[in-house]
């Protein structure tokens, strides 16, 4: 099975959360098959400081034109993943504490490694396991097989300055990674609720 090519990619956009130190990245706007790179650090996604490594990519559904064979992602209509490699790595140079908080859909075993230095080094700070679970209960929006979306939340001790998001490539897509939340989160429309 072929989680994208159909692709499965990050997306990233700043969403207004209740709180105002929290920061969501939904890839809203990186493109289907694009290098997210310095998009949220001084590129379209505004200059949040965060960048990512060359083999993060994002994806659009394919229900909106794009190449992605997932579905019911949190915010419409783009998602973060790897394609050529096992591993995307996200950089936040400034640091954050408390916590942070993201959505994944995986038709295998992945995990999200915490770090407290650049590109995945140093300490690690939060090692999240994350199962498969791609398909269970649920159905296309109207198509697309990684139609499951678990929020994990993740608490740590310490400034973090990097995630590795690990996994099998093109097998596992992330979304709505949020920064100064360590609970998981409602879906983005339930806000306003």
Avoid at 19 to 45: K, S
Avoid at 90 to 97: E, K, M, P, Q, V
């Amino acid at each position: 099975m072929n989680f994208l090519k159909t692709a499965i990619a990050v997306a990233a956009i700043g969403a207004t959360l209740p709180v105002a130190a929290q920061t969501v990245l939904t890839f809203e706007g990186v493109g289907d098959l694009h290098a997210v790179g310095d998009f949220y650090n001084g590129g379209a996604g505004g200059n949040l400081g965060v960048s990512f490594s060359p083999e993060t990519l994002a994806v659009v559904d394919a229900d909106d034109g794009g190449s992605g064979n997932f579905a019911n992602e949190p915010s419409p209509n783009t998602i973060m993943f790897f394609l050529d490699a096992n591993n995307a790595i996200l950089n936040y140079a400034s640091g954050f504490d408390t916590g942070f908080s993201f959505f994944y859909t995986s038709s295998t075993a992945a995990t999200v490694t915490v770090y407290d230095g650049l590109d995945g080094t140093g300490n690690v700070l939060g090692p999240p396991t994350v199962d498969a679970q791609h398909t269970n209960g649920c159905a296309g929006d109207p198509s697309g097989t990684f139609c499951n979306w678990t929020n994990i939340g993740v608490a740590f001790a310490g400034t973090a300055r990097s995630i590795d998001f690990g996994g099998t490539a093109n097998q596992t897509g992330f979304d709505n990674i949020t920064f100064g939340s360590s609970t998981a989160l409602p879906e983005p429309g339930t806000y306003a609720l």
